[in-house]
Every structure is written in C-alpha cells, then in structure tokens.
Nanobody, 125 residues
Framework: QVQLVESGGGLVQAGGSLRLSCAAS????????MAWFRQEAGKEREFVAA????????YYADSLKGRFTISRDNAKNTVYLQMDSLKPEDTAVYYC??????????????????WGQGTQVTVSS
C-alpha cells in the first residue's frame, strides 16, 4: 500500500510560480510511474504530467509544456511539480497519483492505483 500526501498549493498572482510536492510512503518500486492531475470545479480530472520512477522519463500535457516541470527525488520518495508563468486557468485542485505498473496509458486517470487528497492552487488575475 502506498500513501501520497501533496503540499505546496496556495494562492498566487498570475505570472507567479508554485512548487507542489508529493511525499510517498511505502515502497515505490522501479516499475512505478508517478503523475500529477488536476481538476477544476465541475470538470473532469485531467492529466498534467508524469515521470517514471526508474529513469525519470517525463511526459506532459501538450498545453502545459514549457511552463510546468515534473521531477522526482528517489531518495526522498518525493515527486515535484514546478509551475511557472501561472495563469488563472491553472486554478484547480492538483492531485498526485501513482501507477504501480507504468502503464503506457499514462495519460488516463484510470491507469493509476493510488491518489493523494489533493492540494488547491488558485491563480488570481
């Protein structure tokens, strides 16, 4: 069993930056893929970015490339999401997720086995 705890959300002005953290408890094996999703009120949860635990390959939603950066620290069992040049439309609850088997369908929320409780990010204009 893996537990995920997000932190780092908050209120920021447009153009600002935030770094989200996701601390994982339990054993994260080399087969895992870790990801961030986000969900705006009344909308579907959408893929943001993913990183493989072994090798650190990264994947991004096309619309977010260049502004968001995902990384991981294996020693700390922690995944990060650096968000720069934030826009009001980035306002959402951000969720950390873990896929035990590194599915090729990494963009789909159904591929993920474990989820954090979410952290709110609000970008003011």
């Amino acid at each position: 069993q893996v537990q995920l705890v997000e932190s780092g959300g908050g209120l920021v002005q447009a153009g600002g930056s935030l770094r989200l953290s996701c601390a994982a408890s339990g054993r994260i094996s080399s087969t895992y893929t870790m990801a961030w999703f986000r969900q705006e009120a009344g909308k579907e949860r959408e893929f943001v970015a993913a990183v493989t635990w072994n090798g650190g390959s990264t994947y991004y939603a096309d619309s977010l490339k260049g502004r968001f950066t995902i990384s991981r620290d294996n020693a700390k069992n922690t995944v990060y999401l650096q968000m720069d040049s934030l826009k009001p439309e980035d306002t959402a609850v951000y969720y950390c997720a873990a896929d035990r088997w590194g599915s090729a369908n990494r963009y789909r929320k159904n591929s993920y086995d474990y989820w954090g409780q979410g952290t709110q990010v609000t970008v003011s204009s």
